[in-house]
């Protein structure tokens, strides 16, 4: 999950990295509130997940409530690289001497974390990479022994860094990693880390990117999503705590596992027909999750048809059968549904199944079986 600046600050803050005082803004008037709070001068900056905001007239000085409502009216609405600008933040304006770069990020063939700092800051770090590849320092942190001040020191020594920020930078490369190894980042960058005109390092931007396969340790990362990215179906999915992948075709699935899920999608397309989404309900299929499942389904004018691919392990075929039964019983379906029962007690779940099968709920014994039968109902194969 990609954090938008503001965000990526807040982040930071936990970790005690030091950046500017500011507030988010929606509106030109929440923009000069903002302002208010932060003190002049501020800088107005266009929250995108897209770099080069201030070459694109998305970061703006401002120094009184009128050159602010003249700035958020501009940046506001403005398309950055095809992100319009629906929010922004309003910072104190730092007096810049110099700008620097400072990141960790992982470096998968390596098998290690990558640390990179470099005294050339403020410009894209892939176009330092190719115009001056020796202005970036670098340095694998291996991860069973973590980031110390030595290695902090080494870099900054041979990023070049002057004397006067070392000690500033060396103490937010070694906040910089607990922020990326005990946030559960995946990426960590300042750009532009910078030395203030009275001698303290700072950072200026925030680009943090967070591991999702961590995101069951941090209920707080929630609020950092952006519930307004995601269309209808994802909005109600979420809400209900599923997994949910939309797509375009005419089949609904429900599954239990991702791999599953993606499974029963192949077996669709196999078929000739195409997947409307596809939506994970985890290990325990339950009769809440179930009518969850059929609600966000049903709500998904493209599906024409629902094919529901339970394997029972921990869940039992007859917990399993019991919650589709129940399910039905609680939300009003409109497409047919075809369900694969199988795995622990499938015979028991198929038995009770079949006290309530008709021409709008059908059960196939097998995945290709019921793939073909869902794709007959939502209106034969599309190729
Ligand atoms: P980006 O262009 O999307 O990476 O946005 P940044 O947050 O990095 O801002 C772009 C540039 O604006 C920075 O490299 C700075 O040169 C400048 N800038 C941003 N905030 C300030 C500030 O508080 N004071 C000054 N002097 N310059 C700033
Ligand atoms: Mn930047």
Known sequence: MDL?????KQYFARYDIPVSAGGVADTVEEAVTAAEAAGYPVVVKAQV?????????????????DEVR?????????????HVVRRLWVEHATDVAEEYYASFTLDRGAKAHLAMVSARGGVEIETVADEDPGAIARLHVDPATGFDEQQARSLVERAG??????????????KLFRCYDEGDADLVEINPLVLTSDGRVHALDAKVTLDDNAAFRHPEWDRFRDI??????ERLARS???QYVGLDGTVGIIANG????MSTCDVVNQVGGSPANFLDIGGGANAEVMANALEVINSDPLVKAIFVNIFGGITRGEEVAKGIVAALEAVDIGPPIVIRLDGTNAEEGREILRGVESDRLISQPTMLDAARKAVELAGGAVR
């Open 161 to 174: 860094l002057p004397d006067k920020a070392r000690q500033g930078a060396i103490d937010i490369l070694q």
């Open 228 to 233: 307004d990215e995601l269309d209808e179906r």
């Open 4 to 8: 938008f600046e503001y965000q990526g």
């Open 49 to 65: 997940q897209v770099g080069g905001r201030g070459k694109a007239g998305g970061v703006k000085l401002a120094n009184d409530p």
């Open 240 to 242: 209900k705590g599923l």
């Open 258 to 261: 991702a791999g599953l899920a």
């Open 70 to 82: 003249f700035h958020a009216g501009n940046i506001l609405g403005l398309d950055i690289k095809g």
